[in-house]
């Protein structure tokens, strides 16, 4: 079973700011099955990214995703306040998370 | 618009089983298929398995092997999940996605599952 590790558990950025979270991989994976979701409380998840860079429908551009083989970041290029929740990896099973929170 | 509806929260005892539907709709049910996820309290989300709708096979993570069933209804659009021999960390909130190669765009939800004695 493939495990994936977030790092880091806790992001504390302002507004404006730009946030890298990783997730890794604990062998190689497809890039093609790699995605990122966004969770607030309440919330269902939210895709973000799939395929590791591609954009879901409807997502800001200012969120970006990269990475290949066991290494993946999703980049936001410029916190909004609506930003702040947690972040997950996902191939069949999920990372811990990121919380990224308001400095 | 697509959509998926679940059904309503539960509260089962130790012990016992639920069962928690997805119905479907905006969309060709059987051109995707379904995931399964959920979230225990203050915990991250957990993959639980994936079926097919075209062909009802499915796949369950490890840890739900023998007590996890996947079914889906395509009569009706609905998806189903069944996990017996309810545990008291068992209670999550359970979300069904739809799934088409790994992407996972839209999500039910949710239902909580309470067990307690």
């Known amino acids: 079973e493939i495990v994936l590790t977030q790092s880091p558990g806790t992001l504390s950025l302002s507004p404006g700011e730009r946030a890298t979270l990783s997730c890794r991989a604990s062998q190689s994976v497809s890039s093609s099955k790699l995605s990122w979701y966004q969770l607030k409380p309440g919330q269902a998840p939210r895709l973000l990214i799939y395929g590791a860079s591609t954009r879901a429908t409807g997502i800001p551009d200012r969120f970006s995703g990269g990475g290949s083989g066991t290494d993946f970041t999703l980049t936001i290029s410029r916190l909004e306040p609506e930003d702040f929740a947690v972040y997950y990896c996902q191939h069949d099973t999920f990372g811990q998370g990121t919380r990224l929170e308001i400095k | 618009q697509v959509q998926l509806v679940q059904s309503g929260a539960e509260v089962k005892k130790p012990g016992a089983s639920v069962k928690v539907s997805c119905k479907a709709s905006?969309?060709?049910?059987?051109?995707?298929?379904i995931s399964w996820v959920r979230q225990a309290p203050g915990q991250g989300l957990e993959w639980m398995g994936w079926?097919?709708?075209?062909?009802?096979?499915?796949g369950y993570a490890q840890q739900f092997q023998g007590r996890l069933t996947m079914t889906t209804d395509t009569s009706t659009s609905t998806a189903y999940m069944e996990l017996r021999s309810l545990r008291s960390d068992d209670t999550a909130v359970y979300y069904c996605?739809?799934?088409?190669?790994?992407?996972?765009?839209?999500w039910g939800q949710g239902t909580l599952v309470t067990v307690s004695s």
């Open positions: 996605a739809r799934d088409l190669h790994y992407i996972r765009d839209y």
């Open positions: 905006g969309y060709t049910f059987t051109n995707y298929g």
């Open positions: 079926i097919g709708t075209y062909d009802g096979k499915a």
